[in-house]
């Protein structure tokens, strides 16, 4: 089975900076897809950033030039540095990965949440 685990979370006040962490374990053959979701209070869960077969990253409108995901292949772990943050950045941020399993079984599978607040 694979879990993934986030961490990285946290308040910080407009203009700052975090990053988010998300590492992938369990039974993985291979690592197709992974991403960054986020869900504010009341709305639709969107995306924001997804790499897929290891290529460039593609963010959503909001966050472009100011977020940053990256990938660790050999940990598969995933990063999202956040800069330049506003208080509409304040959300629940979901980690998303797409894979196949050690037993060649398809796979997709998220996060735990982590909860960013951002100060104005």
């Known amino acids: 089975q694979v879990q993934l685990v986030e961490s990285g979370g946290g308040l910080v006040q407009a203009g700052g900076s975090l990053r988010l962490s998300c590492a992938a374990s369990g039974s993985i053959f291979s690592l197709n897809a992974m991403g960054w979701y986020r869900q504010a209070p009341g709305k639709q869960r969107e995306l924001v950033a997804i790499?897929?077969?290891?290529?460039?990253?593609v963010y959503g409108d909001s966050v472009k030039g100011r977020f940053t995901m990256s990938r660790d292949n050999a940990k598969n772990t995933v990063y999202l540095q956040m800069n330049s943050l506003k208080p509409e950045d304040t959300a629940v941020y979901y980690c998303n990965a797409h894979g196949v399993s050690g037993s060649s079984s398809g796979f997709e599978v998220w996060g735990q949440g982590s909860l960013v607040t951002v100060s104005s």
């Open positions: 790499s897929i077969d290891g290529g460039r990253a």
